[in-house]
């Protein structure tokens, strides 16, 4: 069955860096886009970014771009979403998006930002 496991969440400091991984498996990666987003406590789940499948194309709401950038490994089954310049704002739980016939989500990892 498709599973999408997230990994990299924690505690950083406004102005910091984090890398957060999915590790996808059980459909053919390669062939799909995949897209990253995130829901603040409180706050509707958001689109962080999307990467198609081949890696050549990406796509970023205003407020991600120049900060956030996916990337993605499809000898390795895995997406990537490198965040720099964090902002507190950017805390919330970060999820990995597959979407076929259906869709498919991770469990989500945490990302706090605070001092």
């Known amino acids: 069955q498709v599973q999408l496991v997230e990994s990299g969440g924690g505690l950083v400091q406004p102005g910091g860096s984090l890398r957060l991984s999915c590790a996808a498996s059980g459909f053919p990666f390669s062939r799909y886009p995949m897209r990253w987003y995130r829901q603040a406590p409180g706050k509707e789940r958001e689109l962080v970014a999307g990467?198609?499948?081949?890696?050549?194309?990406?796509n970023y709401p205003g407020s991600m771009k120049g900060r956030f950038t996916i990337s993605r490994d499809n000898a390795k089954n895995t997406v990537y979403l490198q965040m720099k310049s964090l902002l507190p704002e950017d805390t919330a739980v970060y999820y990995c998006n597959a979407r076929m016939v259906s869709e498919y989500w991770g469990q989500g990892t945490q990302v706090t930002v605070s001092s």
């Open positions: 990467i198609s499948s081949t890696g050549g194309s990406t």
